[in-house]
RNA sequence: GAGGCUGUAGCUCAGUCGGUAGAGCAGCGGACUUUUAAUCCGUCGGUCCAGGGUUCGAGCCCCUGCAGCCUCACCA
């Protein structure tokens, strides 16, 4: 509510300096009603983005030093402002929308005595709108030389630092619409994250995949190692979880003869925070029937190909500390090929591999030696691969939900999709053999600690195999990362708007 | 969950050996019809993250807590 009108009063004792700076505001707020304008703004039609206006006038350009030249189109424009600067009977206005900046002068004879009334109530901060002519001021900058002033909305909190902007990290994620506006990059970034996630979801649909949505809320969560977070559904009397995978139920559209299925859509797990990791994240999981693991290597190739030109992503990304070459197409490297390269021991003799782990401190005693082998592989592999690499052919004992490749069990036809060291994707050729699946569900959940094998076995899932799925590959991105390699991004926090953080006491 | 770093005005940051809390920006008043983080003159502005402790005296030293960042672990 504002205050009473007392222009020019500042000697408020209402404590503080920030209620001082939002006593000047609310002044001017008062004013502004005061000459007959709503301070909230009204409906603004007709208004050009910024750039396409910066555009129009780029042909006009004058250098510095010229006389300035004011009678070019009339333009309309509305925005937020970021800078002012007032040389006498003239303001200097810099005006942002989303799509750019742009200099306005409001030269008080040209604008006339009621506009410039209006003028001086102006804040940083606040939105305008501005008709005026296109041109070039005498300094060589492209300005719109204001005829009308709409006022369109106060802003009554002080701005961040004209120059520097938000810099604190967590004031930048715990007050995003402020980062968006002042942070360096900030609005394109996440504006190339839309772009992405359209340049996916187009991908996909050209190639026949209908995106569909799977339920969020399970009575158990299955498709991937990871706990899930507990909820309560109040009438039903009824405990859910929220779900850490798309899998199953798109598994089961592939039974219900759906053929080609999407979702790209927020997944939530129960594990810990870090640069690379989210609680809530968006993944994106696609199954192709009568395909396999090859034909979804094709498909990431062409998702991420997609998304790279969607965002503008040049062909070599500085990502991680690396440089990363983006050309197509990926290198392929067997699983245990990789491991021979890199640790330089014969992968098929599981003594050596366990000798080889526990030289570099990984714990072998009494673990199948597929895991330790996975172990080893994290610790050395994953490490090596810069530009982006598609890993294939994975042991079968730490890939439950995969098919084994055909005459030999011991493999897995899997790939992952590294880049600078960070997993991208996941595929299978699907494992549609119910009675196979059902047996590595139970030794997966024998493995399980008490907490976790509340991830119980998905009968109704094994059913749905049983009806008969078709052979189908299937793949999995974590978009969130995908946007982090586009756009160079070393923390998944600056690609998710509203990143989870421990509340404040405010 | 463990370790390291950080927290000072609305914002960006200084703050020496433990001795009265500083600057720029923003704000307010004034000058300026071509400014570019405008400039110039004047002026207002503090729960030094919170709570304890040591001390004649703490922004500074000690302890506890909170939050963020980084590394590690679980995970993708």
Redesign the pocket.
Known sequence: MPPPSS??G?DSDSG???A??EK?RRD?LARIAALGHDPWGRRFDGATPIATVRAAGEPLRRPPGEP?A?DGPAVRVAGRIM????????V?LDLADRSGRI?V?I???QVGPEAWQLADCL??GDLVGIDGRLGW?????M?IFASALAFLGKSLE?P????????????K?RQRYLDLIHGEGVRERFMARSRIVAAVRQTLTERGYLEVEGPTLQESAGG???RPFSTHHNALDMALVLRIALELHLKRLLVGGLERVFELGRVY?N?????????E?TMLEAYEAYGDYTTMMDLTEAIVAAAAVAAGTPPVVRWMGRDVDLARPFRRVRYDDLLAEVVGCDPADPGALAAAAAARGIDTTGRHPDVIKSDLFEATCEQSLVAPTFVIDYPAAICPLTKRKAGRPEIAERFELYVAGM?LA?AYTELNDPDLQEELFRTQLAGLPAEESMARMDHDFLRALRHGMPPAGGLGI?I??LVMLLTESS???DVILFPL??P?GD
Do not use: C, W
Not at 137 to 141: C, I, L, R
Not at 272 to 279: E, L, T
């Open positions: 222009p020019s500042h503080g300096v920030a001082a700076l000047a001017k300035p004011d800078l002012q600067r007032s040389a006498g009977s003239l200097f200099q002068m030269g008080k004879k804040d940083l001021s005498k300094t060589g900058e300005t002080t961040p630092d004209k120059y520097h902007g938000l810099v604190d990290p967590e004031q994620q991937a190692a990871a797990r594990e810990g925070v870090s640069p690379r990791h989210n609680p994240f997993e996941n974590g969130d990362r923390s998944i926090r953080l421990r404040v």
